[in-house]
């Protein structure tokens, strides 16, 4: 930067009133500009390697427009309707300041704005390679709807109705009838009671929208309690905290998994979801003419109920149905098999001999906890496995926690970052982590360990991909590497025989037990399962990146099927993106946007 760098300023002691001219300055032009049909020169606010991302503020859709003539020619359509104005820095949150991201410095503030459907806000980074800044990077984002706030803070209920005079139901007598739905049904139901199950239902009721979570397991929780013993979250818990309410700050860092299923009951009563458990939902129709779904849910008891909800939000996470492999030969042989998702405990296998097909998280994970409880293992390599140390390499991504902002201005300062810059930050991330651990590749290399970098984007991108082929080392790498844990790629087996499997060498490797850790299905399948070939077909790919929008595909908006809706993802990414779709369900329910996005 030439003229906005100062240098020993602590950008979190105070505003820079240097660097304030120039944001509110370039907010006046922009506004202007969106006022004046006749603006046609792009390159005096954007570069013209720019982009623009948009949550719903001028769209109704999270999407991101880039190079600057586009930028300008789709802020020119919208502003009309939109009617955007009132641009400032909002001086309530982290003031504006000198970062570099994606490699690049460059100059960031946050913004505040209005719209013609309420409150909206915005991250702007500017950079001066011409004679007057431009903006690199320019984000939108709805607050919230005019008329339909949350019922949070200021705007809190009184609690007078559960307690007038004495008189009429209680607290708790409302909340018995409003789970039981006796007597009417969701405008909403949510399928599955994870993180991004409560994340979308906490804030559908804040929004006063119906809600009902369904999950098939018997406890809030269980989704988590129920995994194998040892689990523990990868990444830090300052990244994890859940809408409105964060997590203690006694907790530990990584937080176990145990601990996690007991706060999701806790935060389902504090957040008065509305919750079914032992449910399982079998699929539904949706009927155009009356505009809702028929839906059936089987009950632990084994009674069915119907029912009609306006809108279906699948948060059965990014996988959740097994991925079985077609081994032939794995019939033949004699011992026990099953999925990494049925693993429990390692201490039933204390001696015996294990196999383990897959290198991703779970295969990993498995293996040092059979071998922690006495097992002998052997894990099978079927495709290349990015590999880092879960400190700190693994945890590079979320540096941006660490910088000061506090967690809204972080989420906030994420969701200013589009597609093609996150990609060259984790570039630049994923050499780092990997020359941070390159004596732990190197062992593993050195043994056979086949190493994979995905394009040099790292571990996240494969996540938000394909949901997985990577492993944080937890001490798992280290016993493979010393061969404590056996490796096997799994090109080097023959078959599989009754008492394990045979080797093209001719050597045979003994097992008990088989774990396919081969990863999930998507939730292409599921909803080709639930629903049909229509509405899948309708919908389309979940997940992975479309090119066009530079966004997940499908997820947290509008999609091709009237009412039906996906969340999934991350603790963080639920947290951020629920309140996206959110105020998208809202909007429907008051009429202000179809339940189709047309022409996305």
Not at 194 to 201: D, E
Not at 303 to 319: C, F, K, L, Q, Y
Request: with cysteine; glycine share 10%; charged share 20%.
């Amino acid at each position: 930067m030439r003229t906005y760098a100062i240098e020993g300023l602590n950008m979190l002691d105070g505003i820079d009133e240097t660097l304030l001219p120039t944001v509110t300055r370039w907010l006046g032009d922009f506004e202007a500009s969106l006022a004046d049909p006749q603006f046609d020169t792009p390159e005096t606010l954007f570069h013209r390697d720019g982009h623009w991302r948009d949550l719903l503020a001028f769209t109704w859709h999270i999407q991101t427009v880039s190079g600057a003539r586009k930028i300008v020619d789709s802020l020119k359509e919208l502003a009309p309707s939109v009617k955007p104005s009132g641009f400032q820095t909002n001086l309530s949150r982290t003031p504006p300041r000198i970062v570099t991201r994606a490699g690049r410095d460059a100059m960031e503030a946050f913004f505040t704005f209005e719209t013609a459907h309420g409150p909206a806000s915005g991250v702007v980074r500017l950079i001066d390679e011409e004679e007057e800044p431009q903006a690199w990077t320019l984000m939108t984002a709805l607050d919230g709807i005019e008329g339909f706030e949350e019922t949070v803070g200021k705007a809190r209920p009184t609690g007078e109705e559960y307690s007038k005079n004495f008189q009429g139901p209680n607290w708790l007598d409302h909340r018995r009838s409003a789970t039981a739905y006796s007597e009417r049904d969701p405008a909403v139901l949510v399928v599955g009671g994870g993180q991004a199950g409560l994340s979308i239902a906490a804030r559908l009721t804040q929004l006063n929208v119906d809600t009902l979570v369904v999950d098939r397991e018997e406890r809030i929780g269980d989704n988590w309690r129920k995994r194998y013993h040892a689990l523990t979250l990868h990444n830090q818990v300052h990244v994890n905290h859940m809408p409105y309410m964060p997590f203690p700050p006694t907790w530990p860092k990584y937080l176990p998994k145990d601990k996690v299923a007991g706060w999701f009951e806790a935060y389902a009563e504090s957040m008065e979801i509305n919750f079914w458990t032992g449910v399982e939902f079998t699929g539904g129709s949706y009927n155009e003419n009356d505009g809702c779904w028929s839906v059936t849910l089987k009950q632990a008891d084994g009674n069915i109920r119907d029912m009609h909800p306006r809108h279906v939000v699948m948060a059965t996470g990014v996988s959740g149905i097994p991925s079985l492999p077609n081994i032939p030969s794995l019939k033949e042989f004699g011992g026990k098999i099953i999925h990494s998702s049925e693993y429990d405990n390692g201490s039933d296998w204390k001696d015996g001999n294990v196999i383990i097909i897959g290198t991703g998280t779970s295969g990993h994970d498995v293996a040092q906890d059979l071998h922690s409880n006495g097992a002998n293992v052997t894990i099978v390599q079927r495709s290349p496995t990015t590999i880092l140390n879960v400190e700190p390499s693994a945890q590079l991504p979320y540096a941006l926690y660490d910088e000061g902002p506090d967690l809204d201005d972080c989420d906030f300062i994420v969701l200013a970052t589009p597609f093609q810059l996150m990609k060259k930050s984790h570039q630049m991330m994923a050499a780092q982590a990997t020359s941070m651990d390159q004596e732990l590749l190197d062992r593993l290399t050195r043994i056979g360990f086949k190493i994979d970098t995905e394009d040099d984007t790292g571990w996240q991108f494969k996540y938000l991909q394909r949901g997985g082929g990577y492993y944080f080392n937890v001490g798992c790498s280290d016993l493979i590497a010393d061969g404590q844990i056996g490796l096997v790629q799994y090109s080097d087996i023959d078959s599989f025989v009754a008492d394990g499997s045979r080797l093209k060498d001719g050597n045979n490797l003994p097992a008990d037990l088989i774990v396919l850790a081969t990863g999930f299905k998507g939730q292409d399948y599921l909803i080709r399962k639930l629903f049909g070939n229509d509405v899948a077909d309708r919908v389309g790919p979940i997940w992975g990146f479309d090119p066009k929008q530079q966004e997940l595909r499908n997820m947290w908006v509008r999609t091709g099927q009237a009412g039906l809706w996906f969340i999934a993802g991350s603790f963080a990414q639920c947290r951020i993106f629920s309140k996206y779709l959110g105020l998208q369900i809202k909007a429907c329910e008051e009429g202000l946007i179809p339940k189709v996005r047309q022409n996305p």
